[in-house]
């Protein structure tokens, strides 16, 4: 499958649709997810046009890699819910169909500022 610069998250990274931002830097944009399932409830996206989790871990370059996962923990930071910072959150990322993935552009889910429940429903 290619990647589909349609997307909204595409848009949103091209500014042709607004965010409620939270968080930006070389390799990320991270912002409130439109439709919150948590008091928190984040979502933080690479710059990179990846459909997926495996798609970015097959062919993004390590920087972005590392810019990722250093960004999450830089939203996590910012919105006081990391493991340092406050008392926690998931990160959860949906993968292709059987993920439940509905955004075809990489994105972790963050959710906290309450206890998040169970992991699998
Ligand atoms: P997923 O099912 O993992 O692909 O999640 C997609 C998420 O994107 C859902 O939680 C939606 O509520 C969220 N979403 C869709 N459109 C927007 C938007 N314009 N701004 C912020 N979040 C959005």
Same mark, same amino acid.
């Given at each position: 499958?290619?990647?589909?610069?349609?997307?909204?998250?595409?848009?949103?990274?091209?500014?042709?649709?607004?965010?409620?931002?939270?968080?930006?830097?070389? =390799?990320?944009?991270? =912002?409130?997810?439109?439709?919150?399932?948590?008091?928190?409830?984040?979502?933080?996206?690479?710059?990179?046009?990846?459909?997926?989790?495996?798609?970015?871990?097959?062919?993004?370059?390590?920087?972005?890699?590392?810019?990722?996962?250093?960004?999450?923990?830089? !939203?996590?930071?910012?919105?006081?819910?990391?493991?340092?910072?406050?008392?926690?959150?998931?990160?959860?990322?949906?993968?292709?169909?059987?993920?439940?993935?509905? !955004?075809?552009?990489?994105?972790?889910?963050?959710?906290?500022?309450?206890? !998040?429940?169970?992991? !699998?429903?």
């Amino acid at each position: 499958m290619a990647y589909d610069d349609n997307n909204i998250f595409a848009k949103i990274l091209r500014g042709e649709i607004p965010c409620n931002k939270i968080y930006e830097d070389e =390799f990320v944009l991270s =912002f409130y997810d439109i439709n919150p399932q948590k008091k928190i409830h984040a979502l933080v996206i690479p710059k990179g046009r990846y459909i997926d989790l495996d798609d970015f871990n097959l062919n993004a370059s390590d920087q972005e890699i590392v810019g990722l996962m250093k960004g999450i923990t830089n !939203v996590s930071k910012k919105l006081g819910i990391s493991s340092i910072h406050g008392k926690g959150y998931r990160a959860l990322a949906n993968i292709s169909d059987h993920g439940g993935q509905e !955004v075809p552009h990489l994105h972790f889910h963050l959710f906290g500022g309450e206890k !998040v429940g169970k992991m !699998v429903s």
